[in-house]
């Protein structure tokens, strides 16, 4: 069924599904300006000058319907990009254009819910379903087919054992999370436990098939100990065997979590491991929040060898990296965040991601500020830190001394809601 089909369904489903239906409808608008510049020694300077200045509206509708248990969701996107970066992101191979803007496309999806209305080199108009699903829900029971999203495990900033769409850890934005196409259930235990499962279904990007090879099978149970929470995931992932094992517990006034997951290639069984801790005080009468958190990731290179012979002999890394699986290159990682709440209108968050074998890091300075009840500025200082050839610093390009580097960059989004 075509997108647009799908919309004039939309339209008219509130009177079809009668008076005894809850139907809400909500949404928002924002407005990203992303400013992004680039070191001499760039190669995206040799593609886009000193810097660029990219322009994202995006006009989102969330049509919600609940009745006796049953309940749909679709979410309606209306984006406009625009800007240099988006033109070359678009024309770059994945593995380079992920650095970059691109014009979201439904390619590995079970359903083409994106259409691109117009795409004119450096500006493109995309309307799309983030959202498209039905489900029924009782005390004990969640079943859901469709377009939706999906977050596991107990990282905070790396999270190893999301393994649908899971967030970039430099994410300034992370209020909804790209959907995929899935059935997903729950089954919730007297004693508080609970069993989910999920089945995600993608096609072949080169052939546009159908194909079980690049799925993902998961089932994970979560229950109590004690004071004790544990996770047990036990999946099959783009043909990978994965098990995962996620502890949680109180520490004080402060909340300790770890993730420890085992992922079976076929090539080799590699070991991924995050721990952090978080804490909350008022200094000064300011409200405060913290949190810091290690993660190994043993699909990284060792040490700083990041030149393109070395990352093309690690497939695995490689692939993940291109599939937006993986954001890293490296192993060992350092990632900590400071909530200060100003006023009770505007907070302020340092931030720090380190790849502690480089090294290397990035510096983000974001603020959120509501200018009313329904109005929101959210901005970023993002700053990058190393040498030449290390991952924040900008990795070998392949070109002598040219590196996949970029410098300063700026985000400001003003939002509305309704």
């Known amino acids: 069924m075509r997108l647009s089909a799908l919309l004039v369904l939309l339209v008219i489903s509130p009177a079809a599904f009668g008076d005894s239906s809850q139907f809400d409808v909500t949404g928002h608008t924002k407005l990203n300006v992303i400013g992004q510049s680039y070191p001499d020694n760039s190669v995206f300077r040799e593609l886009l000058g000193s810097s660029a200045v990219d322009t994202q509206a995006d006009a989102r509708l969330n049509f919600k319907w609940r009745n006796h248990g049953w309940a749909f969701d679709a979410d309606y996107q209306l984006v406009f990009l625009q800007g240099d ?17 691109r014009v979201p496309n439904d390619d590995r999806r079970l359903f083409n819910l994106t259409d691109v209305i117009s795409d004119n080199g450096d500006n493109a108009l995309v309307h799309r379903l983030d959202r498209l699903w039905l489900g029924y829900s009782s005390e004990k029971l969640v079943v859901r087919f469709g377009r939706q999203a999906l977050s596991w495990g107990n990282g905070l900033f790396y999270a190893p054992m999301d393994l649908v769409n899971p967030f970039d850890p430099a994410t300034i934005d992370t209020e909804y999370k790209a959907g995929d196409d899935m059935l997903y259930t729950q089954y919730l235990r007297d004693n508080g436990d609970d069993l989910q499962g999920t089945a995600v279904i993608r096609r072949n990007a080169i052939t546009g098939d159908v194909d079980s090879g690049v799925a993902t099978y998961a089932l994970k149970y979560h229950g109590f100990a004690g004071e004790l929470e544990y996770d047990i995931l036990v999946a099959e992932s783009y043909s990978d065997s994965v098990l995962g094992i996620g502890l949680g517990h109180s520490l004080g006034g402060a909340h300790w979590s770890a ?15 995050v721990t952090n801790l978080s804490y909350s005080w008022t200094l000064a009468g300011k409200n ?18 990041y030149s393109p012979a070395d990352i093309a002999s690690n497939p695995d890394l490689l692939t993940r990296v291109a599939r937006g699986q993986m954001f890293t290159l490296g192993r060992h990682y350092f990632a900590g965040s400071v909530l200060v709440e100003v006023t009770p209108l505007w907070s302020v968050t340092p931030v720090v991601l380190a790849n502690v074998g480089d090294p290397s890091a990035l510096f983000q300075l974001t603020t959120n500020y509501s200018l009313r009840e329904n109005m929101v500025l959210l901005g970023s200082i993002n700053l990058p830190m190393g040498s030449d050839g290390t991952e924040f610093g900008g990795i070998e390009s392949g070109l002598p001394d040219v590196y996949l580097s970029s410098g300063l960059a700026v985000f400001a989004q003003f939002a509305w809601y309704f």
């Open 85 to 101: 970066s988006v033109r070359i992101g678009s024309d770059l191979p994945i593995d380079v254009g992920n650095f970059l803007g």
């Open 259 to 273: 993730d420890l997951v085992l992922t079976d290639t076929g090539n080799d069984v590699y070991v991924q491991f």
């Open 288 to 305: 405060m929040s913290g949190i810091i958190e290690y993660h190994y990731n043993g699909f990284g290179q060792s040490g700083s060898h």
